[in-house]
C-alpha cells in the first residue's frame, strides 16, 4: 500500500494561486495513477482531477478545468496540483489518493481508490 502525505493548503484571496504537493511512500509509489478529491463542509467528497502513472494523462472537472494543473514527479514519488484563479467555491479538504492497483489508467471515481492522505485545507476568502 502506497502512503500519501499532503502539503501546501491554506489561506488565499480568490483570483489567488496554491500549489498542493502529495508526497507518496513506497517502492512503487510511481507505478499507480493518482488524483485529488475535495470535501466541502456538508458535502460529499468530489473528484478534482487524475493523472496517469506515466503522467501523459490527465482528467479534470469541469468546475476545475482551465484552473488547476496536476502533475507528476516520478523521481520524486510526488504528485501536484496547481491551483490558480481560485474561488471561495474551491474552499474543502483537499485529499490525494492512489489508484488501487498499479499501471491503470486514471478514473474519477474515489471506489478505484485505495490509498488516501490526511487532506490539506484550502480556504478562499472573497
Known amino acids: 500500500q502506497v502512503q500519501l502525505i499532503e502539503s501546501g493548503g491554506g489561506l488565499v484571496q480568490a483570483g489567488g494561486s496554491l500549489r498542493l504537493s502529495c508526497a507518496a511512500s513506497g517502492r512503487t509509489a510511481s507505478s499507480y495513477a493518482m488524483g485529488w478529491f475535495r470535501q466541502a463542509p456538508g458535502k460529499e467528497r468530489e473528484f478534482v482531477a487524475a493523472?496517469?502513472?506515466?503522467?501523459?494523462?490527465?482528467y479534470y472537472a469541469d468546475s476545475v478545468k482551465g484552473r488547476f494543473t496536476i502533475s507528476r514527479d516520478n523521481a520524486k514519488n510526488t504528485v501536484y496540483l496547481q491551483m490558480s484563479s481560485l474561488k471561495p467555491e474551491d474552499t474543502a479538504v483537499y485529499y490525494c489518493?492512489?489508484?488501487?492497483?498499479?499501471?491503470?489508467?486514471?478514473?474519477?471515481?474515489?471506489?478505484?481508490?485505495?490509498?488516501w492522505g490526511q487532506g490539506t485545507q484550502v480556504t478562499v476568502s472573497s
Open positions: 489518493a492512489a489508484h488501487l492497483r498499479e499501471y491503470t489508467m486514471p478514473t474519477y471515481y474515489s471506489t478505484d481508490f485505495g490509498s
Open positions: 493523472i496517469s502513472w506515466r503522467g501523459g494523462i490527465t
